[in-house]
C-alpha cells in the first residue's frame, strides 16, 4: 500500500506509530489552545476595533472584522516567530515544528498564519483543516500538509 504524499514520513519528527507520547492528546490540546488564543486575540482586537469605529465617527466600524482579523494575523505571527507556539499553544504544552525537526522561523510562521487565515475564513476549508487533524498521521492541519510541519508534544528539554 502506498503512502500519500501528506502522510510521507518526515525523517526530523518523531514517528507517529514509534513514538506516540509526542502526539498523544495534541488534537484535543491544539483545540484548547485556539480557544484560549481566541479570548486573547478578542480581548485586544474588540476594543480596538470599537476604537478605531468611534475615532472614525462610525465609518471604521464597517471594517470591524478586519480589525480583529488583522490583530489575530500579527498575534499569531509574533508568537509562532518567537517559540514555535502562540500562548495558547504554550499552555497546553504543544509547539509547531518543521518536517526537519526544527522550530518555525519568521517566514514559516508568516506562511503558517496566512493559510490558517484563509482557511479559517471558509468553513469548507477549517472542516477539511479539522478533518486532517483528527484523520492525518503527523495530526495536520491545512496549513501543516501545505509547508509540511505539525504540531505536537516536544521532548523535555
Do not use: C, K, N
Request: proline share 6%; aromatic share 12%.
Amino acid at each position: 500500500m502506498q503512502a500519500y504524499a501528506f502522510d510521507a514520513p518526515m525523517a526530523g519528527l518523531p514517528d507517529p506509530e514509534h513514538d506516540r507520547q509526542f502526539y498523544d492528546g495534541v488534537p484535543l490540546r491544539r483545540g484548547v489552545a485556539w480557544l484560549i488564543d481566541v479570548a486573547i486575540i478578542l480581548a485586544v482586537g474588540l476594543p480596538l476595533a470599537t476604537l478605531f469605529g468611534i475615532a472614525t465617527l462610525g465609518m471604521g466600524f464597517a471594517i470591524f472584522p478586519v480589525v480583529v482579523a488583522t490583530v489575530g494575523f500579527f498575534y499569531r505571527t509574533a508568537t509562532i516567530a518567537g517559540g514555535s507556539a502562540t500562548w495558547g499553544m504554550r499552555f497546553v504544552g504543544i509547539e509547531l515544528r518543521r518536517a526537519d525537526g526544527s522550530r518555525f522561523d519568521f517566514l514559516t510562521a508568516v506562511l503558517h498564519t496566512a493559510i490558517y487565515t484563509l482557511a479559517i475564513s471558509f468553513i469548507v476549508l477549517q472542516l477539511v483543516s479539522l478533518t486532517t487533524i483528527l484523520g492525518t498521521r503527523y495530526g495536520q492541519g491545512l496549513p501543516d500538509l501545505l509547508l509540511r510541519t505539525t504540531a505536537l508534544r516536544p521532548p523535555a528539554a
